[in-house]
């Protein structure tokens, strides 16, 4: 059913879940249940549903603007304190997923406004921004789920991944601020290290949660040294093992794509040697995240639509 509606294609999916939040955003405005109902937590679900689905397709299709963006208070009536304390998705905050969509409408509007004084000044303005609320984002993650009945062990696993997610898109945004920047650049490689090493431990394997589906796709981009980009593949190929066919089919599609631009690169740098022009390395894969639409491989049920 999922293929006749067109689900498989990122603008087709998009176009649903927007019109999904085309008609909650409304009803939130005109009542206000009780913070403990049913009726909002069903809601909860529904608006962080929609969020992650509309961030995490926004890459792949330049039909998220603006519209995507507008939910007026509708999070601020779901969750008006502690999201984490009321998040039904455990693993992944809505908060996260509202600036990665915003990062990626940024990605998509620098890449038409990029000979646009005027546009260029906003989307300056707008870069800034969203740096500002992925720090006040970091400087929350030592209270999360405090409120939360959980174990210790499944505190630092959520704390991780929202941390993971904050730092690629640290990385997302360098990218986008200076699109030619290397794995090799000081930001980067400081942001993609930080992840490595909160990586490296970390059990990602957390049945049905697709929360670092595009947090990883982007450290795999611009990891510098062979060891992060083995790191950051294994644990895609983790993630794939336990999310739905969806999230699963994408996130190979991105494995297999980033995995040639691996093999091109290191062919590259083969061919130049270990000491010249150590800045071409791995260039044109961490460039994907420039053109993020080509993580859908030719052989992928997905396809990239510019309007």
């Not at 009536?77 to 990062?103: H, T």
């Not at 300056?124 to 984002?137: G, I, P, T």
């Not at 200076?178 to 490595?196: F, K, M, Q, W």
Request: proline share 5%; with cysteine.
């Amino acid at each position: 059913m999922s293929k006749s509606l067109g689900f498989g294609d990122p603008s087709n999916a998009l176009m649903h879940f927007a019109m999904c939040k085309d008609l909650l955003v409304p009803m939130l405005a005109r009542s206000k249940p009780a913070l403990d109902s049913n009726l909002t937590k069903l809601l909860r679900v529904v608006a962080e549903c929609i969020i992650f689905n509309v961030a995490t397709l926004s890459p792949f299709s330049a039909r998220a603007g603006q519209l995507m963006l507008d939910w007026g208070t509708s999070f601020d009536r779901l969750f008006p304190v502690d999201e984490s304390a009321s998040s039904p998705f455990l693993g992944g905050l809505q908060s996260v997923y509202r600036v990665m969509l915003r990062a990626n409408v940024l990605l998509h509007r620098t890449t038409k406004d990029r000979f646009d004084p005027d546009a260029r000044i906003h989307d300056a303005r707008e870069y800034l921004e969203l740096w500002h609320q992925l720090d006040d984002l970091e400087s929350r993650v030592p209270e999360l789920y405090h409120e939360r009945n959980l174990s210790a062990a499944s505190v630092e696993l959520y704390k991780a991944k929202h941390r993971l997610a904050i730092l690629a898109l640290r990385v997302q945004l360098c990218k986008i601020a200076r699109p030619l920047a290397s794995p090799i650049d000081t930001d980067i490689r400081g942001y993609v290290s930080e992840a490595a090493t909160a990586l490296g431990g970390l059990d990602v394997r957390e049945p049905g949660n697709p929360a670092l589906r595009w947090p990883l796709t982007i450290l795999a981009c611009a990891a510098h040294s062979d060891e992060e980009f083995a790191l950051f593949t294994a644990k895609m190929q983790d993630v794939q093992s336990v999310v739905d066919p969806a999230n699963r089919e994408k996130l190979a599609s991105a494995q297999a794509v980033i995995s040639r631009h691996q093999q091109t690169d290191a062919g590259v740098q083969s061919a130049l040697g270990t000491d010249r022009n150590r800045n071409c390395y791995t260039a044109r894969r961490i460039d994907l995240l420039l053109e993020p639409w080509k993580l859908l491989s030719h052989d992928s049920p997905f396809s990239w639509h510019e309007c």
